[in-house]
C-alpha cells in the first residue's frame, strides 16, 4: 500500500480498531513477560553466574538505599540484629509480609526461620522459570543482605539470607536469615 491512499477514514477506521482502554493495560502481566525474558535471555548470554550476580547486584543498590533511609530516620548508624529485622519489615510494609517461625542457635551464628511474601510473588506465579526460590529471587537476596550488612557493620561477620522451600498452603517462602556476629 502507498501512503499517499492513506487517508483520513483509513487513518480513523485503524483508530477505532486498535484502541485499547488504558483500564484494560495488564500492567502485571507485561512485567511478569518481560521479567522472565530479561532472566532467561542474560542466562542464556552470559550463563549462570552472571545471571546471578546481575540479578543479587539488582537487589544490591535498593537495598543500600533502604539502609541510608533508615539511618537517617532513626539518627543512628548502629542497630543490634532484631532491631534491624523490625525496623527494616515495618519500613517494608508495601512490598513484604514477614512472620518468624523460630529462632535457632548455634556456638558461632543463628538462623532465623521466617515465612516471607514478597511484591515479586503474585507477578511471577504465572511464569513457571520464575517460580519461588529460583534466579529471580536473588534481587531479594541482594536486596536484604545488603540492607542487613550497612545497618548492622561491624557487629557481623556475614550473613546470608537462603530460600528453604515454597509453602504453597501457606502462600509464602520459607527461608532462613543467618547471622554470624562478630562477638560470638
Given amino acids: 500500500m502507498e501512503t499517499n491512499s492513506i487517508?483520513?477514514?483509513?487513518?480513523n477506521d485503524l483508530n477505532s480498531n486498535i484502541q485499547n482502554d488504558i483500564s484494560n493495560i495488564n500492567s502485571l502481566k507485561g512485567f511478569e513477560i518481560i521479567s522472565e525474558s530479561i532472566v532467561y535471555k542474560i542466562l542464556d548470554i552470559f550463563g549462570r553466574n552472571s545471571l546471578l550476580s546481575m540479578l543479587y547486584q539488582t537487589g544490591s543498590g535498593p537495598g543500600e538505599a533502604i539502609a541510608r533511609k533508615i539511618k537517617r530516620k532513626y539518627k543512628k548508624n548502629d542497630f543490634e540484629i532484631f532491631e534491624a529485622l523490625k525496623l527494616l519489615m515495618v519500613e517494608l510494609r508495601a512490598y513484604y509480609s514477614m512472620q518468624i517461625r523460630e529462632v535457632q542457635e548455634y556456638p558461632d551464628h543463628f538462623k532465623i526461620i521466617i515465612e516471607n511474601f514478597c511484591f515479586l510473588r503474585n507477578p511471577i506465579k504465572h511464569r513457571e522459570r520464575l517460580q519461588p526460590g529460583k534466579a529471580f529471587c536473588r534481587i531479594n537476596k541482594g536486596y536484604?543482605?545488603?540492607?542487613f550488612r550497612k545497618l548492622l557493620g561491624d557487629k557481623i561477620k556475614?550473613?546470608?539470607?537462603n530460600f528453604l522451600y515454597d509453602d504453597i498452603e501457606r502462600n509464602v517462602c520459607v527461608e532462613e536469615l543467618v547471622f554470624y556476629p562478630n562477638h560470638l
Fill in 158 to 161: 556475614k550473613i546470608e539470607i
Fill in 7 to 11: 487517508n483520513e477514514n483509513f487513518l
Fill in 144 to 147: 536484604f543482605e545488603t540492607a
